[in-house]
C-alpha cells in the first residue's frame, strides 16, 4: 500500500506506530489495540491549511476478518496522523457509524472521492459504508466527519442509496442521492440532497437504469453541533420492499 505522496517517505509501520505506540513490527499487534491491527485505506486530508493524513484501520478480531466477504461484521476505525518534523504524530481518533438497526451486512468503508466544504477553509472527510438487507437489497450512507481538537465528530449521517431487489423478475427500484454544497456568508455551508426513483437491471454486470423521477430535495443545516434537515420531504422507501416484501 502506497502512501499519499505528501507522506511518501513513511512505510505502514511508521504509520502504525505513531497511532499505537506499542505496536510490536515483528508480529504486527498491539496490546493497547487489543490484538492485531491492519491498515485498510489511506488517504490524503487538506483542512484549515493543514496537510494530514486519514487512516483506516481494524483492530482485534475484526483485523482478522476478511474484508471481502459478504457478511462481515467489522468496526472500522479512523485516526488522523500529520507530520512533526520527520515524524508521523497522532492528531484525531474517529469510528465510523455502526448503523445496523436491522440486523444487517456490513460492507467495506472507503473515503468519499469527493472534498466536502464546511467552512472558509476548513473541510469535511467523507465516508461511503455500503449494508445488505440480503436478497432483498441494500442501502449506502455518507458520513461526513469535522476535526475537532483531538476528535473527529460525526456531523452527518445518512443514505446515499436505497435499492429494492426485483431478484430477476423485477427491475430494481432504485433511491438515489445526489449531494451538493451552497455557501452562506452567515455560517457553515448548507448541504442540498437532490433524491431521485429509477427503476434499473443489469446488464453484463453494469447497472442500467430508466428515466429519474424527482421524489424530493432537501436542505441541512449545521446548528453547532451537527448537520439537521430544515426542508425537503423524507427520503422515500423503494416501492418494491411494500410490493415484493411486504415491508
Known amino acids: 500500500m502506497l502512501l499519499p505522496h505528501s507522506f511518501a517517505e513513511f512505510t505502514l509501520c511508521d504509520v502504525l506506530v505513531a497511532i499505537f505506540p506499542d505496536f510490536d513490527t515483528s508480529v504486527e499487534r498491539s496490546a ?9 485505506r489511506v488517504r490524503q486530508w487538506v483542512t484549515s491549511a493543514r496537510t494530514l493524513l486519514v487512516v483506516a484501520h481494524y483492530i482485534g478480531e475484526d ?36 448503523w445496523d438497526p436491522d440486523g444487517l451486512l456490513y460492507g467495506r468503508t472507503e473515503f468519499d472521492s469527493r ?14 459504508t455500503p ?24 456531523v452527518f449521517d445518512d443514505r446515499l442509496e436505497w435499492v429494492a431487489s426485483g431478484m430477476g423478475l423485477e427491475d430494481d427500484d ?14 457553515p455551508d448548507d448541504i442540498v440532497l437532490t433524491v431521485h426513483q429509477a427503476r434499473c437491471r443489469w446488464e453484463e454486470d453494469k447497472r442500467v437504469c430508466g428515466p429519474k423521477k424527482l421524489a424530493a430535495q432537501q436542505r441541512w443545516r449545521f446548528d453547532s453541533k451537527q448537520y439537521r434537515q430544515i426542508s425537503g420531504k423524507p427520503m422515500p422507501m423503494p416501492q418494491l420492499f411494500r410490493t415484493r416484501w411486504g415491508w
Do not use: I, K
Not at 66 to 89: I, K, M
Not at 115 to 128: C, I
Open 174 to 187: 432504485v433511491v438515489s442521492v445526489a449531494v451538493s454544497q451552497q455557501r452562506r456568508a452567515s455560517g
Open 32 to 40: 493497547a489495540a487489543g490484538g492485531a491491527v491492519r491498515v485498510d
Open 115 to 128: 472534498s466536502y466544504s464546511f467552512q472558509g477553509d476548513e473541510t469535511l472527510l467523507g465516508m461511503r
Open 63 to 98: 483485523a482478522d476478518a476478511e474484508f471481502v466477504c459478504g457478511g462481515c461484521r467489522v468496526n472500522p476505525r479512523l485516526a488522523v496522523l500529520e507530520r512533526s518534523g520527520t515524524a508521523l504524530t497522532l492528531v484525531a481518533r474517529g469510528t465510523v457509524p455502526g
Open 131 to 154: 449494508w445488505s438487507y440480503g436478497m432483498m437489497g441494500g442501502t449506502t450512507r455518507l458520513s461526513l466527519f469535522r476535526l475537532e481538537g483531538t476528535q473527529l465528530s460525526l
